[in-house]
């Protein structure tokens, strides 16, 4: 077991930033890698950023080089700085987690955090 739990998420006007944290317990958190999910009303979750155990990166095409993720596998955290938000980006957004690196499906992923919202305004 991985329990997950997310933080940051919150009211941003567009063009601003925030920065979404995930944290982790439990001894394993260095060998998964990481991914975070984001899900708008009627839509279906979808895939924002991932994090391999060893720092490797993957980004949707939608939030390429506005968002960054990282993690620390010392204090078993991984976050996602978002900038130049966009109200498109209004979503929960979920911090996931998976055995086996490169994964972008959510069904693939093993442990999910509860989420937390994030509202970009125009």
């Known amino acids: 077991q991985v329990p997950l739990v997310e933080s940051g998420g919150g009211l941003v006007q567009a063009g601003g930033s925030l920065r979404l944290s995930c944290a982790a317990s439990?001894?394993?958190?260095?060998?998964?890698?990481m991914g975070w999910f984001r899900q708008a009303p009627g839509k279906e979750r979808e895939f924002a950023a991932a994090i391999s155990s060893i720092g490797s990166t993957r980004y949707a095409d939608s939030v390429k080089g506005r968002f960054t993720i990282s993690r620390d596998n010392v204090k078993n955290t991984v976050s996602l700085q978002m900038n130049s938000l966009e109200p498109e980006d209004t979503a929960v957004y979920y911090c996931a987690a998976a055995r086996t690196w490169g994964l972008s499906l959510a069904r693939q992923y093993d442990y999910w955090g509860q989420g937390t919202q994030v509202t970009v305004s125009s």
């Open positions: 439990g001894r394993t958190f260095s060998s998964y890698a």
